[in-house]
């Protein structure tokens, strides 16, 4: 199977050779990076490393995704896996989130940190809570259990592309979860490991304006799709 990896890079030049490093080659084809206007030396550092490197000055996680998807359209991967850039993941667990999809006929795989190993304190509180918060509503509203709503997951390319995807921020991977329980996916969850982010700046949790921003943005996803259920719209 043919797989490819999406990093959005936001001013991640010091731990991007680190992520390269680790993502196992001999399974995934094309590292595709989206530099969104980043003002450090990312995208040079991501070509180096072997990365194909592409550019969206338009600012959000999402926005960079999308660039990433209309990309990818032209080469056709089986399964595209999602990944951050700031070594907080352990890109050699790419294995084990793709093994239910090549094995055992899973649509999407969810990395859960909640149920791996995290380093003390490399889930912040306020994600945790976070998380915790988002998966409750989602079951309430879905009935599907997850336990996290992190970044590190793997897809197949023709469920994503039939997602229509369409968040520009930091709603992205919850709209993504909620989209695969709608369109009728085989959903799991993987044990995924965590560490602290020692490099590089903090951007979204570990900042008030970035918690802030993220944690009202996947409220406002959940309210939105959730009342186009209730509303048949
Ligand atoms: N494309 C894009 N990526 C972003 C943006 N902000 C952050 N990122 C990337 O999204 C990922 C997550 O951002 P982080 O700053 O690590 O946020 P976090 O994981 O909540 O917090 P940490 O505890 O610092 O790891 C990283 O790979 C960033 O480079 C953005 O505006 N656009
Ligand atoms: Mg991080």
Not at 82 to 95: H, K, T
Not at 155 to 183: A, C, N, P, S, Y
């Amino acid at each position: 199977m043919k797989i490819s990896v999406i990093m959005p890079v936001l001013d991640e030049e010091k731990s991007l050779p680190l992520v390269m490093k680790d993502i196992p080659r001999d399974l995934v084809e094309e590292v595709v990076v989206i530099d969104n206007g980043s003002s450090d030396g990312s995208a040079i550092v991501a070509r180096e490393n072997g990365a194909t490197v592409l550019s969206e000055p338009r600012k959000g996680y999402g926005y960079a995704c999308l660039r990433g998807i209309e990309y990818l359209k032209s080469k056709s991967p089986d399964i595209v896996v999602f990944l951050d850039a700031d070594y907080s993941d352990y890109p050699e667990e790419i294995s084990s989130l793709v093994r239910p999809i090549i094995e055992e006929g899973y649509d999407m795989v969810i990395g859960s940190r909640v149920k791996g190993k995290s380093e003390k304190g490399a889930i912040l509180p306020q994600a945790r809570y976070g998380n915790m918060l988002g998966t409750f509503l989602i079951r309430i509203f879905y009935g599907f259990r997850y336990t996290d709503l992190g970044p590190f997951r793997a897809i197949r390319f023709d469920k994503l592309i039939d997602m229509d995807m369409q968040d520009k921020t930091f709603g992205w991977t919850v709209e993504m979860q909620i989209k695969g329980i709608k369109k009728g996916c085989r959903i799991t969850e993987v044990p995924v490991s965590y560490r602290k982010r020692s490099i590089g700046k903090s951007k979204v949790t570990g900042t008030i304006r970035g918690t802030i921003g993220a944690s009202w943005k996947i409220l406002w996803t959940i309210f939105k799709y959730t009342s186009r259920k209730f509303y048949n719209l």
